[in-house]
């Protein structure tokens, strides 16, 4: 069985740029989250979504979004980019949460802002 | 408030000395509670859960964890580290007390072996 599939590993872009991640979750796991992860600040949740719909939102500015396609994967956008953008952004799927199935990580996609 | 609270960012620990790594969650209800551990560059990869059912839960790796109702508490040990063991550790919840379809992570625990 597949795991969590992150494209791409890594990422340079330039400040103002836009940047899309995405993320291939395991067969037949419909929830998908995004997690960004810094030295400094641990790791923040962004978004979960399930069927593709965003049910979950954490406390990140608007030039971050994402979706989920009909086939469960998942991409996260970044528009604007800012220095501060730099980290691993990870991306997990679960089967169903709320019931407490644990999430399955991806390798996380570096993005470095220059 | 805090969801998940690991004591300690750093730990040191002998090689075949016992770990001991700290998770105190906040929610009233007791949560369905995870560990995870993160090597450098790399995604989490699970090393045990509790949901339901016994306390004392054994994960991977030699791992085990028990979940303290009482305590609010689910901290992680190994009675003897190995040089493999060097990570960032991460406790995670999620379920009853949590707003939210998604997992709470604490802010993680570096741990160093020693030779």
């Known amino acids: 069985k597949a795991g969590v599939t992150q494209t791409p590993r890594y990422l340079i872009k330039t400040r103002g740029q836009q940047v899309t991640l995405s993320c291939s979750p395991i067969?037949?796991?419909?929830?998908v989250s995004w997690y960004q992860q810094t030295p400094g600040q641990g790791l923040q949740f962004l978004f979960e979504?399930?069927?593709?719909?965003?049910?979950n939102k954490g406390n990140f500015p608007g030039r971050f979004s994402g979706r989920q396609f009909s086939n469960s994967r998942s991409e996260m956008n970044v528009s604007t980019l800012e220095l501060g953008d730099s980290a691993l952004y990870l991306c997990?799927?679960?089967?169903?949460?709320?019931?407490?199935?644990?999430?399955?990580f991806g390798q996380g996609t570096r993005l470095t802002v220059v | 408030a805090q969801s998940v609270t690991q004591l300690g960012s750093h730990v040191s620990v002998s090689e075949g000395a016992l770990v001991l790594l700290r998770c105190n969650y906040s929610?009233?209800?007791?949560?369905?509670l995870f560990w995870y551990v993160q090597y450098p560059n790399q995604g989490l990869q699970l090393l045990l859960k509790?949901?339901?059912?016994?306390?004392l839960v054994k994960g991977i790796n030699g791992f085990e964890a028990e979940f303290k109702k009482s305590e609010t508490s689910f901290h992680l040990t190994k009675p003897s580290a190995h040089m493999s063991d060097a990570a960032e550790y991460f406790c995670?919840?999620?379920?009853?007390?949590?707003?939210?379809?998604?997992?709470?992570f604490g802010t993680g625990t570096s741990l160093t072996v020693i030779p």
């Open positions: 995670a919840v999620s379920g009853p007390g949590y707003t939210g379809n998604q997992f709470y």
């Open positions: 997990a799927s679960s089967l169903n949460p709320e019931q407490g199935t644990e999430a399955f």
């Open positions: 929610s009233s209800v007791p949560p369905y």
């Open positions: 067969s037949g796991h419909r929830s």
């Open positions: 979504y399930f069927s593709e719909t965003q049910r």
């Open positions: 509790y949901t339901t059912g016994a306390t």
